[in-house]
């Protein structure tokens, strides 16, 4: 068992002199908060922490004993010279996260991560980087360090939580630090870390089965680091989703069913492939244009566009990646295939056979999905069967059609799964891979 920390044990031995409960409570919030360091290691993250999750959620007591624990350790920090930290246990923001549990779990697991926010010390995500949910020991450790960082910031006033401009001023510190080159990990960079870590989580969980097991060698590389667009696209590499993003600058109206007007449609339609004029005349709802419906969904999941009555507009977000083509191709590359799940993985594979191999037909593209996916322990629930063909290429429609609708595969009958792809789709389908494998972890299974 650790000694405890002098400076603590003459605190704890003064309050019990007074109050021997009282003291004990205290003792027992200090050990939690510092497992026998001394008071160096207590942040505002740790206390926070433990005030409003790990008091209310393992300490079994009730909420006015929590609050009596609270204002203990308030009195405690004090007498160690922490006045800022014994403030927030004394605060009306602790108080109503305690009464919050006292509600149910739930509400009080909602009003924590609410304060915890409000409170200006977790570090934001970047338009260009997600912390994730599952954290290793490399990216774990660089949260921790933003985190100290905001905490003095704030202490020092030059970030008030919740001030204009301040959410702005946070990632652009945040972005300084963690791209910042450090001598203790050999000149990379928190980022460079964080990146290399999860590409190996990465590569560790495909490698299985033949199919990845071929493909690694050559694409590993090319997985860890971005695919800007080519020289001559870089400019303008998605023209049907700017051109959407620029139409929506100054708002549409929708339709009953909140879906792009009629006469928006047909201005569209001769930006996004229509053909069928001579026979059928022009689109009546964007339902009959599917690159445009399909272009849509994909920036309403870049969450560029946002809702005002019954009108769709442009949200700060997408006036930003308007004015900057290279983040619009990032964000778009972001949400070509699905977070999780089967369309992920067969979407994955369907991407990387043509950077490793180079032009397969459809037919040849799902057996080595349908192979790959296998190896990686999907299977039907009800037969326990790998998945069959048709699985396989339900799955693709949705990441083949929108490459199509982008303009980045070649040929006629271009949206059939086998196309291949441009100059532009490849470095497209690229950019989509590296963001999978250098994005969070993912959740651990339930």
């Not at 009464?99 to 970047?126: C, H, M, N, T, V």
Request: hydrophobic share 45%.
């Amino acid at each position: 068992m650790t000694a405890p920390d002098p400076l603590i044990a003459r605190v704890v031995a003064a309050m019990k002199a007074v109050d021997r409960d009282r003291g004990a409570d205290a003792e027992g919030a200090l050990e939690w908060l510092t497992a026998g360091e001394g008071p160096a290691v207590i942040t505002q993250a740790r206390l926070q922490e433990f005030l409003w999750y790990y008091l209310p959620t393992r300490w079994m007591m009730g909420t006015g004993e929590h609050r009596a624990v609270a204002d203990a350790l308030a009195e405690a920090l004090e007498l160690l010279g922490l006045p800022r930290y014994a403030a927030i246990c004394r605060s009306a923001t602790t108080a109503a996260v305690l009464d919050a549990y006292e509600q149910s779990i739930s509400r009080g697991k909602a009003a924590f991560r609410k304060a915890f926010r409000a409170s200006g010390i977790e570090p934001p995500d970047l338009p260009d980087f997600v912390w994730g949910p599952v954290m290793g020991p490399h990216e774990a450790h660089a949260h921790n360090a933003v985190t100290g960082l905001l905490e003095m910031a704030a202490a020092a006033g030059d970030l008030v939580p919740g001030r204009r401009g301040r959410q702005k001023e946070r990632e652009e510190l945040v972005r300084t630090h963690l791209s910042l080159a450090r001598i203790e990990l050999g000149g990379a960079s928190f980022l460079d870390m964080i990146r290399a870590e999860r590409l190996e989580h990465w590569l560790s969980r495909h490698n299985r089965g033949r199919v990845w097991p071929h493909l690694l060698p050559e694409l590993a590389p090319l997985l860890g680091r971005p695919h800007p667009p080519p020289a001559d696209a870089a400019d303008d590499p998605l023209p049907p989703l700017r051109w959407l993003l620029g139409r929506l600058l100054e708002g549409q109206a929708l339709t009953q069913t909140d879906n792009l007007n009629r006469a928006f449609v047909q201005e569209a339609s001769t930006h996004f492939g229509w053909s069928d004029a001579t026979f059928f005349g022009p689109p009546h709802c964007e339902d009959e244009l599917v690159p445009l419906r399909l272009t849509h969904d994909l920036a309403q999941r870049m969450k560029a566009l946002r809702r005002r009555g019954k009108a769709i507009y442009l949200s700060p977000k997408g006036r930003a990646l308007l004015a900057d083509p290279g983040a619009m191709w990032c964000a778009a590359a972001a949400q070509l295939l699905p977070r999780h799940g089967f369309g992920a993985a067969v979407g994955e594979v369907a991407l990387a056979l043509p950077a490793v191999v180079g032009p397969m037909t459809g037919t040849d593209i799902c057996a080595r999905v349908q192979e790959a996916v296998a190896d990686l322990g999907w299977h039907d629930r009800d037969t326990g069967a790998p998945p069959d063909e048709r699985a396989v290429r339900s799955g693709l429609t949705a990441p083949f059609n929108l490459l199509d609708a982008l303009n980045l595969l070649t040929g006629r009958r271009r949206a059939r799964l086998g196309a291949e792809l441009t100059p532009t789709g490849r470095a497209f389908s690229l950019q989509a891979l590296h963001t999978r494998a250098t994005g969070p972890l993912p959740p651990l299974p339930r």
